[in-house]
């Protein structure tokens, strides 16, 4: 048998990252369950309805369906994103209605998630991302995939806390380190 004492899945080695200064507060989101649902339908919108009982995101959109965040990827191709036990819920019961027609996977273990907030969370995340953040550009409920400095990131619109701007942005859990340092390196300067 394996020793596998030195092993930890990235749900169980959850980074504890918080940064905060200058308007801005980024932190490390644990607890939280991702899943990637695609299915191969002529009308995929409509096996979503079917499977869920709501409309699908459009095209760069993020709806909730409580309490879990379902964004739009592709045609026929949605992300999932909440607490871990709903998540997986929700891949659950559309992996037994998909069947052989669709690949639900979970992701959680792969995956880390990073919450920015505040006033200046824009002027942080434009530091390292090329979208344009605005709330005209990216208004609550949109959701992209972009470059992050030198890796790929999975950002969406939160609803605003305390009326300023938040954002969720979904690394793969390989650059978490990463993450952490430019986030927290560039929140120490708007610091300054």
């Known amino acids: 048998m394996a020793d596998s004492a030195g092993h930890l899945l990235a749900r ?11 308007g801005v507060r980024a932190v490390a989101e644990v607890g939280l369950g991702i899943a990637k649902l695609r299915i191969n339908a002529k009308h995929p919108d409509a096996w979503f309805v079917t499977a869920l009982g709501v409309a699908p ?17 592709a045609p026929g191709e949605w992300l999932m994103t909440g ?3 709903a998540v997986e819920l929700i891949r659950r019961r559309c992996a037994d209605m998909a069947g052989a027609n669709g690949l639900m996977t979970d992701l959680t273990h792969g995956r880390v998630i990073f919450e920015v907030s505040g006033r200046a969370a824009r002027s942080v995340l434009s530091a390292h991302c090329p979208l344009d953040l ?14 992050f400095s030198s890796t790929t990131v999975f950002i969406s619109r939160r609803p605003d806390r305390d009326g300023e701007p938040a954002y969720r942005l979904i690394f793969d859990q390989s650059m978490a380190g990463y ?13 300054a």
């Open 179 to 191: 993450a952490e340092r430019m986030l927290g390196a560039t929140i120490s300067g708007v610091m």
């Open 134 to 147: 605005g709330s005209y550009a990216m208004p609550v409920g949109t959701a992209r995939r972009s470059v």
């Open 12 to 22: 169980d080695a959850a980074p504890k990252f918080e940064a905060e200064g200058g």
């Open 83 to 85: 607490p871990e036990a």
């Open 57 to 73: 995101p459009s095209p760069l959109e993020e709806i909730e369906i409580a309490p879990v965040a379902c964004s739009w990827l």
